[in-house]
């Protein structure tokens, strides 16, 4: 009983403040989803993806966990949190935390039990009405600086694919894909994506 009356009431974070760090996060005892993007609080949609986001979500993720069997490279699909430091890796240094549809991390040394510390080699942001703004402004620009190699951005309503590639620090965009094209990735070398085989399954 004590220990219950020592427990810390944490308050809900002040959206407009942006100095929040990954300390500050782990501290949060929310019902929603948040993410902390260079210390602003940014919510997720209150409600659950719709059925086609998840959908096309696991079957990815599972495209990606078949081809990556046997080889280094790991894939996660979200919740799962990624931070991304600047300067330091200490809790309360760290001020971005993101959690991206799919990522996949082949430097296993920044996995720990807690997710991934540093830049993932290819994110995967699946656009839904509620986070189109989130997704193509603020998380594009961290995904930069940060060093994410290849950032994919799906979709799911239009079916169509957009692939960001790192080039000396900057990224630069692929065409729009959609049906009848091939994507081919070069963060996780090999991996090929049939979008019109893909997106057929996606009902």
Known sequence: ?????????????????????????LSWDLEEMVELIKGKVFKKAAAAPNRIHQRLTGDLHTELNMFLKGKTCQAYIAPFDVRLPVKSKKDDKIFTVVQPDICV??????????????????????????????????????????????????????????????????????????CGDRARSSAVTGFELDLEAFFAEIK
Not at 3 to 20: C, F, H, I, Q, R
Not at 122 to 143: A, I, R
């Open 1 to 25: 009983m004590e220990k219950e009356k020592a427990k810390p009431y944490v308050k809900e974070p002040d959206l407009s403040y942006g100095g929040y760090t990954y300390a500050d996060y």
């Open 105 to 178: 991390v082949c430097d296993l040394n920044k996995l720990d039990d807690r997710g991934c510390i540093g830049a993932p080699d290819l994110v995967v942001e699946v656009l839904s009405p509620g986070n189109k703004q989130l997704e193509l402004q603020h998380k594009y620009e961290v995904y930069e600086e940060s060093g994410v190699k290849e950032y994919w951005l799906m979709d799911a309503a239009g079916q169509t694919l957009l692939i960001y590639t790192l080039i000396q620090g900057k990224y630069h965009s692929s065409r729009m894909m959609t």
